[in-house]
């Protein structure tokens, strides 16, 4: 008989987020508020990617993640001639958090609890990178770059740990919307 392998550390704390009953408090909390903004009728059918035959949200993230990324790229990898372009990058990362929240939170209103634990600790993870983005942005505006991709290399890895509990959602608990062809039938 084999033995079944434990699984890593990240898996097992992930886990136990996906139970833990503390967070339900804080879920039923906003959820009404949530689910009236983003989760009913055709703003949420819009938000949601019924149109499309699947989330939205996860096109939008890479929008971010991606101006993100490139703007760290740029700062340590561009010298000061790119201070610029790593700042509007910055920005567009900013502008594009709106709309993206908007699918994520209506993505999280059609979610089972279990799911919704993990998507609240990813919503405020992601809450406070966008909050060290803006501050990094705020920091290139008054011309103190060096401090402002700093601020940037710490919101991506704030970033990091929501993304990874965004992927784990979509991935792992296949969590999002799709249209039922998408469901592991094969066209006829």
Not at 6 to 14: Q, Y
Not at 53 to 78: C, R, Y
Not at 86 to 102: D, F, I, K, S
Not at 117 to 144: D, E, F, M
């Amino acid at each position: 008989m084999e033995i079944p392998e434990r699984p890593p550390a990240l898996v097992r704390w992930t886990q136990r987020l996906e139970g833990a009953a503390a967070l339900d408090r804080p879920v039923r909390a906003i959820e009404p508020t949530i689910r009236a903004a983003f989760g009913t009728g055709r703003r949420a059918s819009v938000l949601r990617g019924d149109w499309l035959g699947h989330a939205v949200h996860p096109s939008l993230t890479d929008l971010v993640i991606g101006t993100w990324t490139s703007a760290t790229l740029l700062d340590w990898l561009g010298g000061d001639e790119s201070s610029t372009a790593a700042q509007r990058l910055v920005a567009t990362g900013l502008l594009a958090v709106g709309p993206t929240a908007w699918t994520g939170w209506a993505e999280w209103s059609a979610l089972d609890p279990r799911d919704q634990r993990v998507g609240l600790v990813h919503a405020v993870t992601n809450g406070l990178a966008i909050g060290v983005y803006a501050a990094s942005w705020v920091a290139r505006r008054r011309g103190r770059h060096g401090t402002g991709a700093r601020l940037a290399l710490a919101g991506a890895a704030v970033s990091g740990v929501g993304a990874y509990l965004g992927g784990h959602l979509a991935a792992a608990r296949k969590a999002g919307s799709r249209h039922p062809a998408f469901n592991g039938h094969s066209p006829a």
